[in-house]
């Protein structure tokens, strides 16, 4: 199974649990999507909300070497919750470079614990399939006792049908 992993991480909590979830599978590509311009302090977080909230792009930089998304059997997303919703970059992303994504999964980390039912839905609508396996992290959560062992076996048990 060729295998794509994608992820914003403003924070750094979403790439931490990115590269635990990569770390167990052979992951072909990772791609740490980088934004034009800053995200830091009010403005930054203002800026972020109001795309989210907005369904707005983010100005991001291309990716390089090119993409397509068609050429890997599955894409892992990561993302934070903002307002509610993806990430802006991770939203533009699907947008720009996801058409013919086969089959995906979701990392998505939260300030709230539990199931991010919205922000599936929404990387659902975006990818244009219903995802194969979700994992949501909540801000309380310790890296160690988050479920990425469940989450990379139905993964692993999901490849092999």
């Known amino acids: 199974m060729k295998i794509l992993a994608v992820y914003y991480s403003k924070s750094g909590r979403t790439q931490q649990v990115m590269e635990r979830v990569c770390s ?4 072909d590509r ?3 999507i980088s934004t034009v311009g800053a995200r830091t302090g009010i403005g930054g977080f203002f800026k972020s909300a ?3 909230i907005s369904n707005a792009n983010a100005e991001i930089f291309p990716i390089v070497p ?9 894409v892992i997303l990561g993302t934070p919750v903002w307002a509610g919703a993806p990430s802006s970059p991770l939203a533009t992303f699907v947008r720009n470079y996801g058409k013919g994504i086969k089959k995906a999964a979701y990392v ?18 975006l990818c244009g399939i219903k995802c194969c396996a979700e994992l949501c992290a909540g ?18 048990s999901d490849g092999q049908n």
């Open 24 to 27: 167990q599978l052979p992951v």
């Open 30 to 32: 990772v791609i740490s």
């Open 50 to 52: 109001r795309e989210s």
């Open 66 to 74: 090119p993409l397509n998304a068609a050429e890997y059997d599955l």
């Open 108 to 125: 998505i980390t939260s300030k709230s614990n539990g199931r991010q039912t919205k922000v599936i839905e929404t990387l659902d609508a």
């Open 139 to 156: 801000k309380s959560d310790d890296l160690a006792t988050i479920s990425i062992d469940s989450f990379v076996s139905s993964i692993k």
